[in-house]
């Protein structure tokens, strides 16, 4: 049985911060690439941040500079940090985990993320 269970989301003034969390179950966690994906209304889906096959991240340019994502393998859990939020940024944020290779992947329920003043 596998979850993927987001949290941290809320309501933050624009320049705030935010810290999401992913906590991964019924899943060799450390041989998983994970990433973060948010959704807005009326937009379609779209990569925000993620760990490379080789370890390393990758940024939406529309995040880079601001969010941060980390994973702690003993917590079976990825964060993602975000900073200097933008009204753009409000969205519901998804945890993504993926298996090189062979096309498996798991998705998490969402956690909304709302900027306003």
């Known amino acids: 049985q596998v979850q993927l269970v987001e949290s941290g989301g809320g309501l933050v003034q624009p320049g705030g911060s935010l810290r999401l969390s992913c906590a991964a179950s019924?899943?060799?966690?450390?041989?998983?690439?994970m990433h973060w994906y948010r959704q807005a209304p009326g937009k379609q889906r779209e990569f925000v941040a993620g760990f490379s096959t080789g370890g390393g991240t990758n940024y939406a340019d529309s995040v880079k500079g601001r969010f941060t994502i980390s994973r702690d393998n003993t917590a079976n859990t990825v964060y993602l940090q975000m900073n200097s939020l933008k009204f753009d940024d409000k969205a519901v944020y998804y945890c993504?985990?993926?298996?090189?290779?062979?096309?498996?992947?798991?998705w998490g329920q969402g956690t909304q993320v709302t900027v306003s003043k």
């Open positions: 019924g899943i060799r966690f450390s041989i998983y690439a």
């Open positions: 993504n985990a993926r298996r090189p290779l062979l096309f498996t992947e798991y």
